[in-house]
């Protein structure tokens, strides 16, 4: 799910970024609804850089203190999905004779899904969280070889 949110957000916040370079305004459904002048995109340049960082915090920092099975999990889902989206982004095409030429994005969310699985901000985080893969299988593949500890029967109690 956090693929999913990342690739859209970012997506979302490309097209605006488009966008103002270009000079126009576009649309949530990825419409040019006017020309404007060429600006600088500031504020959804710093939205990628957000979302990016709380992305990396939440499949690659924080789950350093879950178990390796967890760890696993996250990484492994956040990776397949992630390369699914991204795959698929470069499968959409879109009509071009209803959008300008510099402007080649297919309507609303499928839009975004083109522009952000097609940014380098999502791959850097798809090569983050494998590297990040590598770690969490050692560690698992260590807590499987560890031996039980030594101590009370399962089941026995303190008490007595």
Same mark, same amino acid.
């Given at each position: 799910?956090?693929?999913?949110?990342?690739?859209?957000?970012?997506?979302?916040?490309?097209?605006?970024?488009?966008?103002?370079?270009?000079?126009?305004?576009?649309?949530?459904?990825?419409?040019?609804?006017?020309?404007?002048?060429?600006?600088?995109?500031?504020?959804? @340049? #710093?939205?990628?850089? $957000?979302?990016? /960082?709380? %992305?990396?915090?939440?499949? *690659?920092?924080?789950?350093? +203190? &879950? !178990? =390796?099975?967890?760890?696993?999990?996250?990484?492994?889902?956040?990776?397949?999905?992630?390369?699914?989206?991204?795959?698929?982004?470069?499968?959409?095409?879109?009509?071009?004779?209803?959008?300008?030429?510099?402007?080649?994005?297919?309507?609303?969310?499928?839009?975004?899904?083109?522009?952000?699985?097609?940014?380098?901000?999502?791959? @850097? #985080?798809?090569?983050? $969280?494998?590297? /990040?893969? %590598?770690?969490?299988?050692? *560690?698992?593949?260590?807590? +499987? &070889? !560890? =031996?039980?500890?030594?101590?009370?029967?399962?089941?026995?109690?303190?008490?007595?």
């Amino acid at each position: 799910m956090l693929a999913v949110v990342h690739v859209l957000a970012t997506g979302l916040l490309g097209v605006q970024v488009m966008a103002a370079e270009l000079g126009i305004t576009m649309s949530a459904t990825n419409e040019v609804i006017s020309v404007t002048g060429t600006r600088t995109p500031g504020l959804p @340049l #710093l939205g990628i850089a $957000a979302v990016g /960082a709380a %992305v990396y915090g939440f499949v *690659a920092a924080l789950p350093r +203190r &879950r !178990a =390796p099975g967890v760890r696993l999990g996250l990484l492994g889902g956040f990776l397949v999905v992630g390369t699914a989206l991204c795959l698929w982004s470069f499968t959409i095409t879109t009509d071009a004779s209803q959008m300008p030429a510099p402007v080649d994005l297919a309507g609303g969310w499928q839009g975004w899904i083109q522009h952000g699985g097609e940014n380098s901000a999502v791959h @850097l #985080l798809l090569v983050i $969280a494998l590297a /990040a893969l %590598v770690p969490a299988v050692r *560690a698992l593949i260590a807590d +499987r &070889r !560890a =031996p039980e500890p030594q101590g009370r029967p399962a089941g026995a109690s303190a008490r007595g």
